[in-house]
Antibody
Framework: QLQLQESGPGLVKPSETLSLTCTVSGGSISSSSYYWGWIRQPPGKGLEWIASIYYSGSTYYNPSLKSRITISVDTSKNQFSLKLSSVTAADTAVYYC??????????????WGKGTTVTVSS | DIQMTQSPSSLSASVGDRVTITCRASQSISSYLNWYQQKPGKAPKLLIYATSSLQSGVPSRFSASGSGTDFTLTISSLQPEDFATYFCQQSYSTLPTTFGQGTRLEIK
């Protein structure tokens, strides 16, 4: 059974870079059928898609965050990672990693990690 | 970006009730609409994709319909485990994707 697990610091200082990793187990990140994405949820709010990556390195970014985001994949470790620079309190959220099918019409996120809480505070 | 608006934002209902949640897109998204259920402290769970296709393992009391800009999720007979927050998501064309703000379903 495919499982995703987020990891990274729970506390980041303002203006610094948030770094998270998602480890995929029970399946290969190199599947030709899927992208791997990051979604976040500020406290008490809705879901915001951040970015997605294919095993080959092809990427999609949320335009509103694009200037601050780097997403990368390490197929040898079955992991993908997110870096978000120049963080502020507005970046405080639960960060989820998820799998979704190819981003043509009718894609959906069918496997999610449990989420990791990141707080931006000095 | 395509904006997704859900109504109501919150809803109180009783076990056994029939409940309908609405999601409206700011432009036509054909049938590219998904629904997720999220319980407190948990990750979202995919319920329905492509407007009306039930994800494997999801009970048949969940159904959904719609097209264009207007979509609905219906729970035919509420069970205690259904009290949660529900999100719609548009998957029209390529990324970016956007979610509705959520509908919180509470016990009356």
């Amino acid at each position: 059974q495919l499982q995703l697990q987020e990891s990274g610091p729970g506390l980041v200082k303002p203006s610094e870079t948030l770094s998270l990793t998602c480890t995929v187990s029970g399946g290969s990140i190199s599947s030709s059928s899927y992208y791997w994405g990051w979604i976040r949820q500020p406290p008490g709010k809705g879901l915001e898609w951040i970015a997605s990556i294919y095993y080959s390195g092809s990427t999609y970014y949320n335009p509103s965050l694009k200037s601050r985001i780097t997403i990368s994949v390490d197929t040898s470790k079955n992991q993908f990672s997110l870096k978000l620079s120049s963080v502020t309190a507005a970046d405080t959220a639960v960060y989820y990693c998820a799998r979704h099918n190819l981003p043509s019409n009718s894609y959906y996120m069918d496997v999610w990690g449990k989420g990791t809480t990141v707080t931006v505070s000095s | 970006d395509i904006q997704m608006t859900q109504s109501p934002s919150s809803l109180s209902a009783s076990v056994g009730d029939r409940v309908t949640i609405t999601c409206r897109a700011s432009q036509s998204i054909s049938s590219y609409l998904n629904w997720y259920q999220q319980k407190p402290g948990k990750a979202p769970k995919l319920l329905i994709y492509a407007t009306s296709s039930l994800q494997s393992g999801v009970p048949s009391r969940f159904s959904a319909s719609g097209s264009g800009t207007d979509f609905t999720l219906t729970i035919s007979s509420l069970q205690p485990e259904d009290f949660a927050t529900y999100f719609c998501q548009q998957s029209y064309s390529t990324l970016p994707t956007t979610f509705g703000q959520g509908t919180r379903l509470e016990i009356k």
